[in-house]
Protein backbone atom coordinates (compact mmCIF):
# COMPACT_ATOMS: atom_id res chain seq x y z
CA UNK A 1 0.00 0.00 0.00
CA UNK A 2 1.18 3.13 -1.21
CA UNK A 3 1.73 6.56 1.19
CA UNK A 4 -0.63 8.50 -1.14
CA UNK A 5 -3.32 5.18 -0.15
CA UNK A 6 -2.63 5.77 3.40
CA UNK A 7 -3.06 9.58 3.57
CA UNK A 8 -6.14 9.28 1.29
CA UNK A 9 -8.89 9.11 4.27
CA UNK A 10 -8.50 10.70 7.28
CA UNK A 11 -10.85 8.31 9.31
CA UNK A 12 -9.35 6.14 11.94
CA UNK A 13 -8.63 2.95 10.44
CA UNK A 14 -6.64 -0.09 12.18
CA UNK A 15 -5.02 -1.48 9.12
CA UNK A 16 -3.29 1.37 7.89
CA UNK A 17 -2.44 2.23 11.41
CA UNK A 18 -0.68 -1.24 11.62
CA UNK A 19 0.75 -0.99 8.48
CA UNK A 20 1.99 2.77 9.70
CA UNK A 21 3.52 1.35 12.88
CA UNK A 22 5.28 -1.17 11.54
CA UNK A 23 6.75 1.59 9.14
CA UNK A 24 7.72 3.64 12.56
CA UNK A 25 9.48 0.11 14.11
CA UNK A 26 11.16 -0.14 10.81
CA UNK A 27 15.46 -1.36 11.24
CA UNK A 28 15.78 1.52 8.76
CA UNK A 29 15.91 5.00 10.76
CA UNK A 30 15.13 6.31 7.06
CA UNK A 31 11.76 4.35 6.89
CA UNK A 32 11.09 5.74 10.45
CA UNK A 33 11.60 9.06 9.43
CA UNK A 34 9.38 8.57 5.89
CA UNK A 35 6.47 7.03 8.13
CA UNK A 36 6.86 9.72 10.55
CA UNK A 37 6.23 12.31 7.76
CA UNK A 38 3.01 10.50 6.86
CA UNK A 39 1.73 10.43 10.07
CA UNK A 40 1.73 13.84 10.81
CA UNK A 41 -1.30 14.19 8.02
CA UNK A 42 -3.42 11.61 10.39
CA UNK A 43 -4.87 13.05 13.71
CA UNK A 44 -5.47 9.92 15.17
CA UNK A 45 -4.70 10.42 18.55
CA UNK A 46 -3.48 6.15 18.89
CA UNK A 47 -0.20 7.19 17.34
CA UNK A 48 0.68 9.16 20.35
CA UNK A 49 1.70 6.29 22.87
CA UNK A 50 4.15 4.99 19.80
CA UNK A 51 5.64 8.53 18.87
CA UNK A 52 6.39 9.23 22.53
CA UNK A 53 7.97 5.81 22.44
CA UNK A 54 10.29 6.89 20.00
CA UNK A 55 11.41 10.29 21.39
CA UNK A 56 12.12 8.33 24.65
CA UNK A 57 14.14 5.44 22.86
CA UNK A 58 14.76 5.17 19.25
CA UNK A 59 18.55 5.37 18.49
CA UNK A 60 18.50 7.54 15.59
CA UNK A 61 18.34 11.74 16.68
CA UNK A 62 16.73 12.81 14.24
CA UNK A 63 14.29 10.33 14.08
CA UNK A 64 13.55 11.42 17.88
CA UNK A 65 13.72 15.02 17.44
CA UNK A 66 11.00 14.62 14.52
CA UNK A 67 8.66 12.51 16.67
CA UNK A 68 9.50 15.29 19.54
CA UNK A 69 8.32 18.04 17.20
CA UNK A 70 5.45 15.97 15.88
CA UNK A 71 4.05 15.21 18.95
CA UNK A 72 4.36 18.96 20.24
CA UNK A 73 2.50 20.29 16.57
CA UNK A 74 -0.42 17.60 17.74
CA UNK A 75 -0.65 18.89 21.06
CA UNK A 76 -0.24 22.55 20.34
Known amino acids: ???AA???SLD???????IL???LAHFDAR????TLHGVAYLDWPAFDTPLQRITESD???EVRA?????LADRHA
Open 1 to 3: MSL
Open 6 to 8: IQG
Open 12 to 18: FDPERFL
Open 21 to 23: GNG
Open 31 to 34: VRLA
Open 59 to 61: PDR
Open 66 to 70: AAANL
